[in-house]
Each structure stands twice: as C-alpha cells, then as structure tokens.
C-alpha cells in the first residue's frame, strides 16, 4: 500500500502533525491525583500513563495489541570494512528473527509485543554513499511506505527496531546530516569495532557528509543520501504511527538516527515518541538530548533489534497497568494526608 | 518459626554468608558470549542472568515463583510530625493492599510476583526513638523472624518493600548510625513534607543519634534502637533469603537503609541483593553507594510498598527469558564475526 506518493507527500505529512487529546490528559492527570499514593510518587510511570491518555484519546488507556515492527537492510559502504561481522550476517539475524532464536524473540515474548519483521531487499544493498546517494528516490519512497505499512491502525504501542550490519556508520551520517556536529561527535563503536575501525567508520561518514553536502536538506533527502532501507522505514513507520495516534518507543541510536532528519524538520515528530532506552552506543547521548527525549532505561544495551524498547514496553505495561487498576483514595478509603 | 533465636543467633547467621556457584556462572558466561548477540551488547541483562546463574546455581536459570513480601510497621516518633500523612494511613493502605488497590498490587501483577502483606502490630507503634530504642530486644527478633519468615526456601526471587508512615525518618536514622553524615545528609521530603517538615525530620534523627549514640554499633542493636517492625522485617527477610539462595531485589530508600546495618557489620550481605531503582528521595543515591549497589532503574519513583522493585522484577523476567530462549550462533548458523 502507498502512504507516500511522493517525496512531497511524505514532507507535506511531516509538516502537518496532530498532537494528543487535551481532555484525555487532564483527566489522566486527575485520575493520578486521586490514586492511593502521594503526589507524583510514581514519577516517570505517571507520565507515561499521561502520555499514553492523551495519545489514545482515553484517560484509563490499554495496551491491547502491541507490535515490535523490526526492519532489516543492507549497505553499500560496508566495503569499507566499518563493521565486526560481515554483510552476510543481516539476512542470518533475520533468519534467527523468523525462527525464533533471537534477543528480540525472547524480549517480545517477555513484553507480551507480537514481532513483525521486514527484510528490505536484503540481496539489493544501498549503494556505496561515499560515491553516490544511497538510494534512488523510488527505493526510499519503497522502503518508507513498506514501514508504514507495518503499522496497523488498531495497535496501542509500536516498537520499532532494526537489523543492518554496518548502519552505526548511516546513523551517524545522518546525526550530523541533521544535527550538525563532526563525524567524530557521532561515530562509536557499534557491534564492537576497534580504534581502527572507527577511524575508518569516521572517514567513510567524512566523504558522505561532503560528496552530498551540496544536497537540500530536507528529511526525504538526507533519508534517500546517507540512510539506508531499514532506517527510512523506521521513518515511515514513525509517521504513520503519529498519523494513527498510536505511540512509539524508538530503541537505540539507529532507530533514533532514523527519527533525526524527521526532526530537523520538524521537532514535533518526537512528541508520541517514547526513548525506551539510552544506548552504550557513545552518540546516543548526544541524539536524544537533540531529538529532546529523557531515555526511559539506561542498562549499557547496544545490540539494536528494537531490544532496549522492547524490555521499556514492560516497564510501559506496568505504568498502564498501575494507573488503570489502583484504587482511588475516596474507593479505598485511605486519608489523602494530614 | 524462630530462625534467629537471639540478638547473637542473628549476628552468627550475618557474619557467615554463604557466596554464589561459581561453576554456574562460569558456565552462564559462556553462554552468553555463545548467543546470537554482539559479545557485551545485553548489559545489565547479561550481568542479571549471570547473576542469578551464581545463586540459583544454575546456568540457565528460571523465575517460576516470584514474591513480593511487603512488611508494614507503625513508628511512635511520628508524634513529632514527621510525615505529610496522619499514622492511620499504615492500617489504611494495608486494607487497600488486602482489597487490590494500591499501586503494589497493580505492579506486582505486571511482573507476576506473588504479594504477601505482613502487618506487623501496626496498633503498637514502636517507642519514640528519641527518647528510648524503638523496640525491646524481643519485639526486634519477632520482627526479623516475621520477615525471615515470609521467605519460603522455594523462591527463585524476593521483592522486599514497606510501608509505614513517617519511616523515611527511621531510615535516616538508620544510614546516618550505619554510615557515618549528618542528619541532613540523609533526609529528604519522603512521601512530601515542606521545609519545615523536612527540619522537624533533622531535629527528631538529630535526637535519635544522640541518644543512642553510646550504644554498640551492631546491626541489632541499631535495628532495635533506631529501626521499626517493617524495616527490621526486610533485614531478616534478606537475610534468611541469603541463606536459602534467594537473590533479593530490594526497592528505595526504606527497604535500602534496613539492610544499612547489616551492612556496615558485613558488606557482603547485598551480593544477592539488585537495587531495583533509585528512587526520588535525595539520600537514596548516597545509601546506594554506601551498599556498593548500581540501581537497575531510574524513574523518579519515590513510593515505597516495594514499588520500584516490582518494577524492576519485570526487567529481570526479561534479563532471564533473553538468556534462556536465545540460540547461540553455532544453532542459528549466524556468522560470529569478521
């Protein structure tokens, strides 16, 4: 299905967000406030069960039907030897996703999120964006409208994920690309390369920033220039979840790289946006306080596959389920205080 | 049942702790670096599996029962106003604990532990500490031992917590007695007394210290003098898990300080022990680090009841479930690197 028709479309989409239900959230608020226990003690698990009223239209929300969408691609530029493991290691992570043997498997499973996974072209990489745009504008409009089309209209909650061996180095393309900054101030290790990998992962990020610095800056075309197929379709998923209403928690440093041109346009586009995690991943720190998101966990997770938002949509489950079941002090007839 | 038979019984148990397996945890080790993952890229997840690994002595361990043992308690310096909530409001929330109200019940249901409530004479307040010990040397065992207690041998995880109104208060005293600072290095506004609440809390541990000051600095007795029902509850419930294997996932600030004495006596009492948040009462971050414990969670909860921990038990399901489920790269045919 088309979502985007064309790259106007999609910025036209970008540019024209809606935001929460206003009498949701006063009354989610409310309803916090006459629960059984002080004042804001909840802290973080209040605002979620806010955020999630005013997104849902509902003041008592649920988490009914949850997706993690995980979107795998491959990369041109891992010919420059940027990553720890082959090219060839991507379409086997998304063999291991089909049968069931990965960290995303055993973390959907534990936050009840029913896994959907789309391999993009897995035989097809991106070109080589040191040379050239990595995809053409057909490809990136492809891949943005297949995330999109992973977002059903009835889900309560969107993980979004991914799998791409080498996209550290896209995701910090795209950081600077957006954000401004140096390669260096974006680039770390990923999967694990050494110093002199992520000397080389610099250069690479280096010759793509300069051979498309000419190039307009607009979130379709930093997207299509130094994104690949899995991160645009991270980028369609988002939007269409903010068209639907329906709240996403963004996972590590790629998923919120893919986020980054979105935002640069428009800084709205993160406000259904949860940060399920900080990532060990050095530039993540630096992202988020540029997309304006507080990271829900921080446990030094680096593998990506949507795995740090999937443990946070536990954490979710209970701040929904905390504002949904409690009494309040009047049904229990508790003393509000002194 | 009488598992500490004296004051000494209970100090004997405290100074000769058991350790994990080591054999498991080398063998979770291996496990782990054998998964389908970047080496490293589960962080705490990683850390939390080989953790239970060493104290359920196996190297892939499971959660099959889970509790949350909530101990509550009375305190007679609340004379003093101390809390922004009147005394009744113990009993009042252990109704509400009993009937499914409270915020506990709603986590500890997210998380599937299993809540039990132990009400520990809340019509018999402890004895103002600032003007004698909270409790004769019997009421003290009676309260470790109705702690211990609620530890049945079959565990495979402990959720310990507390509510007691004014008890923020106690467990300042109890951190300042055990580690050394001022009153107002360790006090802060609990469930959300004002300024001048926050200086009658100083005055009353100020009191508190002095008056015991010439006692011996043992656990017990700093249990006795300046503790409570609840909080020497959770000291034997800790300790007794110790003894069974159980590993203790302990929540904020109150459950924290009443493992401060045991603590100070042995360090090692919190090897089996997560901090399973950092709470939102400012001495919370210092007593951490005074038990030598990383919190697993940062949420700005400040509630007590075991809240945060319950929480963080969901985490840990999580932790396991990746260990457990996940194929290693030899299963799933992935390449492990370049």
Redesign the interface.
């Known amino acids: 299905m088309t979502f985007f028709s064309s790259a106007a479309a999609f910025e036209a989409a970008l540019a024209d967000l809606g935001g929460p239900d206003a009498t949701a959230i006063a009354q989610a608020r409310e309803r916090q406030s006459a629960?059984?226990?002080?004042?804001?003690?909840?802290?973080?698990?209040e605002d979620i069960a806010i955020f999630f009223a005013g997104w849902h239209g509902d003041a008592r929300p649920r988490i009914d039907k949850a997706r993690a969408a995980i979107f795998a691609g491959n990369h041109g530029f891992t010919v420059h030897g940027v990553?720890?493991?082959?090219p060839?290691?991507t379409a086997?992570?998304v063999?291991?996703f089909e049968?069931?043997?990965?960290?995303i498997?055993?973390?959907s499973?534990?936050?009840d999120l029913v896994l959907k996974v789309v391999a993009l072209d897995l035989d097809r990489p991106t070109a080589d964006f040191t040379t050239a745009a990595a995809m053409s504008a057909t490809d990136c409009l492809d891949a943005l409208n297949a995330g999109a089309g992973a977002v059903e209209d009835d889900l309560d909650l969107l993980v979004v994920g991914e799998m791409g061996i080498g996209n550290s180095t896209a995701a910090a393309a795209l950081c600077a690309r957006s954000f401004g900054g140096s390669a260096a101030d974006w680039v770390g290790p990923g999967?694990?390369v050494d110093t002199e990998g992520i000397a080389r992962k610099i250069g690479v990020i280096e010759r793509a920033l300069e051979i498309h610095g000419h190039a307009a800056r607009s979130a379709f075309e930093t997207l299509r220039r130094v994104g690949g197929r899995e991160i645009a379709a991270i980028a369609g998923a988002t939007l269409r979840a903010r068209q639907l209403g329906v709240p996403v928690v963004l996972d590590g440093f790629i998923s919120g790289a893919a986020i980054a041109p979105l935002a640069a346009d428009n800084p709205a586009i993160t406000d259904h946006c949860i940060a399920g995690h900080c990532s060990?991943e050095p530039g993540h720190v630096r992202l988020l306080a540029s997309l304006g998101l507080t990271p829900?966990?921080?446990?030094?997770?680096?593998?990506g596959e949507g795995?740090g938002a999937?443990?946070a949509a536990?954490?979710i489950?209970?701040a929904l389920?905390?504002h949904?079941?409690?009494?309040t002090f009047a049904?229990?007839?508790?003393?509000a205080?002194?």
């Open positions: 629960l059984t226990k002080p004042a804001g003690s909840l802290g973080r698990l990553s720890a493991f082959p060839s290691v086997q992570m063999a291991n049968a069931g043997g990965a960290a498997n055993a973390l499973a534990a936050s999967t694990g060990a829900l966990l921080s446990l030094g997770m680096r593998l795995s999937a443990v536990g954490v489950r209970a389920t905390a949904d079941r409690m009494a049904e229990a007839e508790v003393s205080s002194l």
